[in-house]
């Protein structure tokens, strides 16, 4: 259990990170901004739209008698609303990490500086098209699995008091250990721990994942609220990749000189 204070005490620690280093904070905004107009466009496409896509997709229900072709579609109207919120909270971390990958390959770079005893940080050798075509591939991967544990907890919604009260519980930790995944793969990319990798060290300490992701998948359901904390959950997230590798970190993560704090490093790409 002790591991769930410490997991949240990374998400906390990322915040007082980038809080202290303004420019990599305005910059790590940039991504989550791009993805939140993406998925408000989609989101009110599909709010004026989706009745005429149910109706579209029935069409074995236009011979019914009122009230119950009202009821069905409108029942569909709601699920298929209710599916796209739930797959815009699971996947707006992965497409955010997508569109932003050199703003958060750098603002990562920085923590393990910071933090690093030697002021140095791991880097993965390769060109940034290949690792854009990992970060895309894995993502895509990630997603598929979210999507699945996603309809299955929303069939499960549907059983009488379990679906109202331990299904959502269960939703939470479900996002908050996708969240976290996709999070560090930002630092473990980097130090080449490939997907599979990832994923057992992820279960390896799962409490220290859902004391990390969970509180932040349930701050991403307040609107906008994800934008504002993606820099300091990458950055915290960084710092859980090095707990996760036995890594040592220094200290004090929160001061920095004022000569680099609000500086990105010379020669890399924000």
């Known amino acids: 259990m002790r ?5 949240f005490g990374y998400l906390v620690r ?10 990599q904070y305005e910059f ?32 074995f229900a236009d011979d019914w008698t009122s009230p119950w072709v009202g009821l069905f579609r409108g029942f569909l109207t709601v699920v ?15 497409v955010t990490l997508l569109i932003g990958q050199p703003f958060y390959e750098n603002l990562s770079e920085q923590v393990d500086r910071d933090v690093s005893p030697d002021g140095t940080a791991p880097e993965s050798g390769l060109p940034l098209w290949r690792e854009l075509w990992i970060s895309a591939r894995d993502s895509l991967r990630i997603v598929v699995r979210a999507a699945f544990w996603g309809v299955l907890l929303f069939a499960l919604g549907f059983i ?33 721990v490939d997907l599979r990798a990832r994923l057992t060290l992820l279960r390896s300490r799962k409490m220290l994942v859902w004391g990390f992701g969970t509180p932040l998948g349930l701050a991403f ?13 990458v950055a915290g997230a ?3 990749a090095r707990d996760l590798l036995g890594e040592d970190t220094a200290d004090d993560t929160t001061v920095d000189t004022p000569d680099t ?10």
């Open 3 to 7: 591991d769930l204070g410490v997991g």
């Open 14 to 23: 990322g915040q007082r990170w980038v809080a202290g280093h303004g420019k």
């Open 28 to 59: 790590g905004l940039v991504p989550g901004l791009i993805t939140l107009v993406l998925y408000a466009a989609a989101l009110v496409a599909l709010a004026v739209y989706g009745e005429d896509f149910v109706t579209w997709a029935t069409p």
């Open 80 to 94: 298929l609303f209710a599916l796209a919120l739930l797959l815009a909270v699971l996947t707006f971390t992965v």
């Open 160 to 192: 009488p008091f379990v679906g109202q009260t331990v299904i959502p519980v269960i939703g939470f930790f479900v996002t908050g250990f996708f969240l976290t995944e996709e999070l560090t793969a930002v630092a473990l990319q980097r130090r080449g």
């Open 221 to 233: 359901l307040v609107p906008f609220v994800a934008v504002f904390l993606m820099p300091g959950a």
């Open 238 to 240: 960084t710092l859980m």
């Open 261 to 270: 704090a609000d500086a990105p490093e010379e020669g890399a790409t924000p």
